[in-house]
T-cell receptor
Framework: KNQVEQSPQSLIILEGKNCTLQ??????????LRWYKQDTGRGPVSLTIMTFSENTKSNGRYTATLDADTKQSSLHITASQLSDSASYIC??????????????FGKGTHLIIQP | KAGVTQTPRYLIKTRGQQVTLSCSPI?????VSWYQQTPGQGLQFLFEYFSETQRNKGNFPGRFSGRQFSNSRSEMNVSTLELGDSALYLCASTFRTGAYTDTQYFGPGTRLTVL
């Protein structure tokens, strides 16, 4: 059964500090892995998407890494800001020729940035 | 380019009633998928439509149904509402960007409360 596990479940850090969120998956056959940011009361917004041939991708202060061998990914946030307070969702896509049912969602990490 | 729009944003219904939610994808996007998001289960796939045809369906009871119109707008209907149907319902339109990648754009969601 395809699964995506995220850790920690929640995290509180001080503004300006760095943090790393983890994602472990058992999805096969692997197609891509994405990280989304979801602000409270809003829909998720894509941060990065990586295929099996990519092991790192950045989007501003967000850097995602992928180790397809160990089936692990991380999202590193540098110099956190108050606006980074949100839920971060890891989503892994199984290659099924397309279609949304190939997506397996993690339950997210709830990040709170304190001033 | 306008984003994904969902109406209504908030809805309160009572058990046994039925509800219809609407989603307008980004212009030019033909794929629309629906998700249910609850604090305990996270994001769960409901169904996906492409060019007016249901392409994939998640593991939800038959009370959940949907359709897509020729202009790509989509509706989902939930009949005989239950308390457990209270959730944020998200719609996403998808644009394929490569052989193994696509980009999903989520709407703001409809917050459904069943009393």
């Amino acid at each position: 059964k395809n699964q995506v596990e995220q850790s920690p479940q929640s995290l509180i850090i001080l503004e300006g500090k760095n943090c790393t969120l983890q994602c472990n998956y058992t999805v096969s056959p692997f197609s891509n892995l994405r990280w989304y940011k979801q602000d409270t009361g809003r829909g998720p917004v894509s941060l990065t998407i990586m295929t099996f041939s990519e092991n790192t991708k950045s989007n501003g202060r967000y850097t995602a890494t992928l180790d397809a061998d160990t089936k692990q990914s991380s999202l590193h946030i540098t110099a956190s800001q108050l606006s980074d307070s949100a839920s971060y969702i890891c989503v892994v896509s199984a290659y099924s020729g397309g279609g949304a049912d190939g997506l397996t969602f993690g339950k997210g990490t709830h990040l709170i940035i304190q001033p | 380019k306008a984003g994904v729009t969902q109406t209504p944003r908030y809805l309160i219904k009572t058990r046994g009633q039925q509800v219809t939610l609407s989603c307008s994808p980004i212009s030019g996007h033909r794929s629309v998928s629906w998700y249910q998001q609850t604090p305990g289960q996270g994001l769960q796939f409901l169904f996906e439509y492409f060019s007016e045809t249901q392409r994939n369906k998640g593991n939800f009871p038959g009370r959940f149904s949907g359709r897509q119109f020729s202009n790509s707008r989509s509706e989902m209907n939930v009949s005989t509402l239950e308390l457990g149907d209270s959730a944020l319902y998200l719609c996403a339109s998808t644009f394929r960007t490569g052989a193994y990648t696509d980009t999903q754009y989520f709407g703001p969601g409809t917050r459904l409360t069943v009393l």
